[in-house]
């Protein structure tokens, strides 16, 4: 399969630096991640995560951008979810969907990859419901069935968003919330290439070198009206717009990626809460 939406556990790689101290983290401090030099081969495969599900899973469960910022923002954006059923769209391995069920929530998720939700079953146990479900395809679960749906930085994995957000629109009750994620538009444009049409929906490749082996990633950008255009067509409502700080605890834990951070912040992906209209 050359493309696996619907996989990445609230995780995924940095983008390309920006100048300034609102940039993300420097490749250099994320040396896995490295990029496409060329373009990718017709046949060439790409976001195959059965391929290093292990590695991918060990890397994320402490990183940065993930255990300390993308996870954090998630949780703290969904608020009190005591009681409420939640949907994990690209749940990965399963991390936030432990942390939601840590406060409360009654929680499911799906994936595209049967290795990624193996280890979601071994995090979570049998009694969570995990299916195997492709984001822009149908999902299996019935109308009305969610409080909210999160999906965190899954969505910039396909470059159409029309069925994607039908389908989350469709499992959630009305007045249900989806609560996500994606790659922020301006460090995007900032990271591409010279003379690359910020106004363009485009395609970005990287690759991720874990367990000793190079993998293909690859992602739409789109601008933000682009982002915002398709929420408010899909019939949500946009409740917030975040570009959050990096959860408690992060300054101590990477004292290096803040030594010229003075205000503790940068810009790496874009949140968002929704509102099923």
Known sequence: ??????TTGGTAAPESPAEGADAPPDRGEESWVSPVEAPPGPGERANDYDSFAEAYAAENETSLLN?????????????????????????????LAEALRERGAVVAGFDSSAGMLALARRRLGDDVVLERAELGGPLPFPDAGFDDVVASLVLH?????????????RVLRPGGRLIGSVHHPFVSHL??????????TRPTSQWWELGGTKHLMTFWDRPLHAITDAFTAAGFRIDVISEPAPGPGTRERFPEVFAQRESGRFLCFLFFVLTKT
């Open 157 to 169: 994995y396909l470059e159409d968003w029309t069925t994607a957000l039908a389908e989350l629109r």
């Open 191 to 200: 990271s591409a290439p010279p003379g690359t049409d910020y106004f363009a």
């Open 67 to 95: 255990a300390y910022y993308a996870r954090p923002a998630i949780v703290d954006l969904a608020g009190d979810v005591a009681g409420r059923r939640i949907l994990d769209a690209g749940c990965g391995d399963g991390p």
């Open 1 to 6: 399969m050359s493309n696996r939406p619907g």
